[in-house]
T-cell receptor, first 114, second 115 residues
Framework: AQSVAQPEDQVNVAEGNPLTVKCTYS??????LFWYVQYPNRGLQFLLK??????LVKGSYGFEAEFNKSQTSFHLKKPSALVSDSALYFC????????????FGTGTKLQVIP | GAVVSQHPSRVICKSGTSVKIECRSL??????MFWYRQFPKQSLMLMAT?????????EQGVEKDKFLINHASLTLSTLTVTSAHPEDSSFYIC???????????FGSGTRLTVV
C-alpha cells in the first residue's frame, strides 16, 4: 500500500518570507511524487513532479521541492511567498510504471499574510 | 498542454434522480481515466479507474451500481450518479493518464448538490 502524510493542516507565512509545506510518503518500489494546488471549487493544477534524476525539482510559479529518499520526504518550498499563493496544496505519490493510481495527502492550506 | 474538460461544473438535482458527469480529453487520447470524490476540507478519494473499452475498476467501498462509469472512447469518460441522495453531494474530479507522461491531468471538477 502507498500513503502520503501532510502533517500540517495549515501553514501561515508572511508575504515575502520563504515557505515550506511538508510531505512524507510511503510506497513499495520507486516513487513518482507530485505537488498539486487547488483553488476553491476548482480542480487540481499541477505544480511539479519528481520522477528521477536531480533531487531538487523546480516547478510552476517559482515553487520547488526536494526529494529526500532517506527521509522519504518531498517538501514543497518557495523562497518568497506571494498572497496569491494562498490555496490548498496536495502532495501525491504513485509507483512507477504504467497508469498506476495516485494517492493524495490530506492537503495543507497555505495562508500568505500581507 | 493537455487539457481535460469536465462538465458540468455545478449541478443541483433532486433526490432519486440521476446525474451524468462528463470528462473529455482535448488534443490527446486518454487510455486511462481516474474518478475522484472530494468532501469539504478533505483529500481526494479515488473512486474508480476506467480503461477505454473495458469495465471500470472500483475502489473498495464504492458502489459500482450507484456510480456508473463508462469509458467508451479514448476521449470521453462519464460518471453517472444513479438515484442520487443528499449524501452523494460532493465535489467530483476526473483525471486522465497520458501516454508517456508520468503525471495526470485533472478536470476542473463538478460540484454536485442533491436536494
Amino acid at each position: 500500500a502507498q500513503s502520503v502524510a501532510q502533517p500540517e493542516d495549515q501553514v501561515n507565512v508572511a508575504e515575502g518570507n520563504p515557505l515550506t509545506v511538508k510531505c512524507t510518503y510511503s510506497v513499495s518500489g520507486n516513487p513518482y511524487l507530485f505537488w498539486y494546488v487547488q483553488y476553491p471549487n476548482r480542480g487540481l493544477q499541477f505544480l511539479l513532479k519528481y520522477i528521477t534524476g536531480d533531487n531538487l525539482v523546480k516547478g510552476s510559479y517559482g515553487f520547488e521541492a526536494e526529494f529526500n529518499k532517506s527521509q522519504t520526504s518531498f517538501h514543497l518550498k518557495k523562497p518568497s511567498a506571494l498572497v496569491s499563493d494562498s490555496a490548498l496544496y496536495f502532495c501525491a505519490v504513485r509507483v512507477s510504471g504504467g497508469y498506476q493510481k495516485v494517492t493524495f495527502g490530506t492537503g495543507t492550506k497555505l495562508q500568505v499574510i500581507p | 498542454g493537455a487539457v481535460v474538460s469536465q462538465h458540468p461544473s455545478r449541478v443541483i438535482c433532486k433526490s432519486g434522480t440521476s446525474v451524468k458527469i462528463e470528462c473529455r480529453s482535448l488534443d490527446f487520447q486518454a487510455t486511462t481515466m481516474f474518478w475522484y470524490r472530494q468532501f469539504p476540507k478533505q483529500s481526494l478519494m479515488l473512486m474508480a479507474t476506467s480503461n477505454e473499452g473495458s469495465k471500470a475498476t472500483y475502489e473498495q467501498g464504492v458502489e459500482k451500481d450507484k456510480f456508473l462509469i463508462n469509458h467508451a472512447s479514448l476521449t470521453l469518460s462519464t460518471l453517472t450518479v444513479t438515484s442520487a441522495h443528499p449524501e452523494d453531494s460532493s465535489f467530483y474530479i476526473c483525471s486522465a493518464g497520458i501516454q508517456g507522461v508520468e503525471g495526470y491531468t485533472f478536470g476542473s471538477g463538478t460540484r454536485l448538490t442533491v436536494v
